[in-house]
């Protein structure tokens, strides 16, 4: 499977100047889970387009983030004590830096489905920010592996453990702390990790069960309405907030608790996904002041939609898979449902878009990759040893997928 190291070695590092080159945060350079690369492989398995494979140490349900010839991913003892960001070489899939950055004396409990290091770490040129949920967070120099800053003061109880992931604005690492006890989100100095603006949730949570406050999705930050909004799902609402000041801009109620799923926004529209326990896809339009609840829905898919998997939005047509393995294909103006397809298994990963096509990847590391289009058409599955739960990730030529034990290079050979 390996060949001579050094010949893949170079040929992979001549490949590294083509369309596409980084993914620096949680579903990609664009936070919608598309991939500008071309020439990936349709198929691949243990033996088929496999150009390395490096173990990763404990458990992490962490994406890859991809800077330039780096691979970075964050990974945590199973009992939590220790958290770890790790950076393995793109090129020959050796690993570079293996970081403590924490340790943790008494980690609180976590779902069975969950890892104390599930939120992806973002990256830019030189710097790597990691997130553990309530258990910190640190920027790291990606030369070095030198922890420049950390901060351990911004707790929560998550009940379940961490979820959301960060992101960068501007000068600012921005991301959410909704537990069961505080719920805002945070604004900070990258350079430096103090707070710039912080904003609590605007909502009366206090007749409100407490495992029903917190949430775990990741914003994205948008431009609509001629301003830029920070769109940041929480429990019982949906707030925007001005990026740079941590304004509330509008907000939008809801029953039930929870999201998961990141938004996504195209045709003048949101997509949302409301409420973990009976999940709906809510399209919205963004704009306005105050509560927007009455006025801002046009329109809305009751059933079947998903817990944990984010949206891919391609032309007009939506497709997204839940829980439970149906994808569906939805008309993004309209919401009507144009197909559904069993693809068989569970699923937590988030699609992806890449090379003309729909990568959807079960917990059972089984990657069905589709035509997209107004009929259902599956061009292969492809099967993996071990057990998949991180989004993946795409530079280059190439497919980055994280197993619960490896780290995969998937590339034509």
């Not at 609180?108 to 710097?127: F, K, L, Q």
């Not at 379940?160 to 960068?168: F, H, N, V």
């Not at 109620?253 to 990141?262: A, D, E, L, M």
Request: aromatic content about 10%.
């Amino acid at each position: 499977m390996r060949g001579a190291p050094w010949i893949i070695a170079l040929a992979i590092s001549a490949s590294l100047a083509s369309a596409g080159e980084n993914w620096p945060q949680f579903r990609g350079p664009q936070g919608n889970g598309h991939a500008d690369s071309t020439g990936l492989p349709l198929t691949w398995s243990e033996a088929e387009n496999v150009a390395w494979k490096t173990p990763i140490h404990d458990r992490g349900w962490s994406s890859p983030v991809i800077w330039g010839n780096q691979v970075w991913m964050t990974t945590a003892t199973e009992d939590g004590t220790k958290m770890f960001a790790v950076c393995v070489d793109r090129a020959g899939g050796k690993i570079v830096h293996d970081v403590k950055v924490f340790d943790t004396a008494k980690p609180d409990h976590i779902a069975a489905i969950n890892s104390y290091a599930s939120p992806t770490p973002v990256i830019e040129a030189g710097r790597v920010y990691v997130h553990y949920g309530t258990y910190g967070t640190a920027c790291l120099d990606t030369q070095t592996g030198k922890v420049l800053w950390t901060r351990r003061d911004l707790a929560c109880d998550h009940h379940e453990g961490p979820g959301a992931s960060p992101i960068l604005f501007d000068k600012l690492l921005i991301f959410h702390v909704d537990g069961c006890d505080v719920q805002y989100v945070i604004a900070l100095d990258k350079a430096t990790g103090k707070t710039v603006w912080k904003t609590n949730r605007s909502v009366d949570y206090s007749q409100v069960h407490k495992f029903c406050r917190k949430a775990f999705c990741t914003p994205i930050v948008i431009e609509a309405d001629g301003r830029l909004q920070l769109i940041s799902p929480g429990s019982k609402a949906v707030m925007a907030y001005d990026p740079g000041t941590g304004e509330e801009l509008w907000k939008l109620r809801y029953r039930g608790w929870s999201v998961t799923p990141r938004p996504l926004f195209g045709h003048g529209l949101l997509y949302l996904i409301i409420d973990y326990d009976n999940p709906e896809l809510w399209a919205v339009r963004p704009g306005g002041k105050g509560d927007l609840t009455e006025s801002a829905v046009a329109w809305k898919i009751a059933k079947g939609m998903p817990q944990k998997p984010s949206l891919l939005l391609i032309g007009d047509l939506l497709y997204l898979v839940n829980d439970k393995g149906v994808a569906h294909c939805i008309e993004a103006k309209t919401g009507q449902i144009v197909w559904k397809q069993s693809l068989g298994g569970e699923f937590s990963a988030s699609p992806i878009y890449a090379d003309g096509r729909l990568h959807f990847f079960s917990q059972s590391a089984a990657a069905t990759v589709m035509a997209p289009g107004r009929e259902p058409k599956v061009l292969a599955v492809n099967r993996l040893d071990g057990r998949l739960m991180a989004s993946p990730a795409v530079a280059g030529q190439a497919l980055f997928l994280r197993t619960d034990t490896h780290l995969y290079r998937i590339e034509k050979r």
